[in-house]
């Protein structure tokens, strides 16, 4: 009933761009702050970039300038718009809502290498 469905991952060069988005369903959307994360190969799982439910950002530094998070409320749909990628971006990219309760996607593949 509820989900969480990401999208828009791939295969990109490095300085390229790619948008991800995150459709939610089975939920009242417009009450959750959406966060994306991701996660390396190795790596533990990180905050990219967090949207509150009243629209403040927040941004991991090493991706600050880089990425913008916005959400369409109407469409119930949270975003990830990816600038200048880098290989060190290369991670499964998950969406995440939280309210009271914590609902995850199941992730979509990012991969920057030439």
């Known amino acids: 009933q509820v989900q969480l469905v990401e999208s828009g991952g791939g295969l990109v060069q490095p300085g390229g761009s790619l948008r991800l988005s995150c459709a939610g369903s089975g939920f009242t959307f417009s009450f959750y702050a959406m966060t994306w994360y991701r996660q390396a190969l190795g790596k533990e799982r990180e905050l990219v970039a967090r949207i509150t439910s009243t629209g403040n950002r927040q941004y991991a530094d090493s991706v600050k300038g880089r990425f913008t998070i916005s959400r369409d409320n109407a469409k119930n749909t949270v975003y990830l718009q990816m600038n200048s990628l880098k290989p060190e971006d290369t991670a499964v990219y998950y969406c995440?809502?939280?309210?009271?309760?914590?609902?995850w996607g199941q992730g979509t593949q990012v991969t920057v290498s030439s």
């Open positions: 995440n809502a939280y309210y009271v309760t914590d609902y």
